[in-house]
């Protein structure tokens, strides 16, 4: 989530967002603006959730989603599962038409996706394989500049997005610690196979906060994230091989400014 003047910019929505929001002081009601980076389901699976809790809670003004496809399909499908309550709660309790409200704008492309007198967003093609449609998200504000790496290998195009950020809160997998997640999991060989083509190492990870030249890194959605025998100095240990900026290893509900 980043605030702007107090206005909430939700990036993703996946397992357990809703509740993060409300425990980090989010009026779910008065969030109007969801991004997304692509359609994994741990980037999505709360996003009914986000938008009908918001609605429970007061919403009256439309949310503006932007993603990429299946975007609107997804949308209408989570609305019409949706459909036996929303009309019971909109006849019983006076609310207005939750499908009304929720707007759901589609990309595809590289570019300028969203601007108003706060902030302006920019996507940049990622290499996040099989998913072509992977962004990076780049936010530009009055006096700060914050970089989504989403989920990502190694990008040169990501790096070029990210030159000169304030913050750039970019993913990190923990390459010693593969192998004991693939030993675990009853897929593990194929799991193991896309790991390794779709995600960065810390290692990598130093490497392109170092060529952007970010002022501080913030590493998330950590690759084993199951692992509690991976500490964080050990995620530290490789970006700082060639990033000597500011460093966070990211917790949950973590604020940073």
């Known amino acids: 989530l980043i605030r702007v003047d107090g206005t909430p910019y939700l990036i993703d929505c996946g397992y357990g967002c809703a509740r993060q929001l409300v425990s980090a002081g989010v009026r779910l009601e008065n969030l109007y603006h969801i991004f ?8 999505m699976l709360d996003y009914a959730s986000v938008f009908y809790s918001a609605w429970a809670t007061g919403l009256k003004e439309p949310i503006d989603v932007y993603g990429m496809p299946p975007l609107d399909e997804m949308t209408a499908a989570f609305l ?4 036996f309550d929303i009309d019971t709660r909109i006849a019983d309790e006076g609310r207005p038409d939750l499908r009304k409200l929720v707007r759901p704008h589609e990309f595809s492309k590289p570019g300028l996706i969203f601007e108003n007198s706060q902030v302006k967003v920019t996507a ?3 290499r996040h394989p099989p998913i072509h449609d992977a962004f990076a998200l780049r936010f530009d ?3 700060k ?5 989403g989920d990502t290998a190694y990008s040169p195009e990501l790096i070029e997005l990210a030159k000169d950020a304030d913050i750039l809160v970019h993913e990190a997998m923990y390459l010693p610690g593969i192998d004991a997640l693939a030993k675990r999991v009853a897929n593990g060989a194929t799991l193991k196979e896309h790991l390794l083509a779709s995600h960065t190492t810390t290692e990598e990870v130093g490497k392109v906060a170092a060529a952007a030249g970010v002022k501080k890194l913030v590493l998330t959605h950590f690759v084993p994230g199951d692992d509690p025998s991976i500490t964080d100095p050990m995620w530290a240990e490789r970006v700082r091989k060639h990033y000597r900026g500011e ?3 990211g917790k949950d509900l973590m604020v940073i400014r």
């Open 36 to 43: 997304f980076t692509h359609m994994h389901s741990d980037h």
């Open 145 to 149: 500049l914050i970089v989504i790496s």
């Open 80 to 83: 019409e599962a949706l459909k």
């Open 124 to 126: 940049a093609r990622v």
């Open 141 to 143: 504000m009055a006096d």
């Open 247 to 249: 460093l966070v290893i």
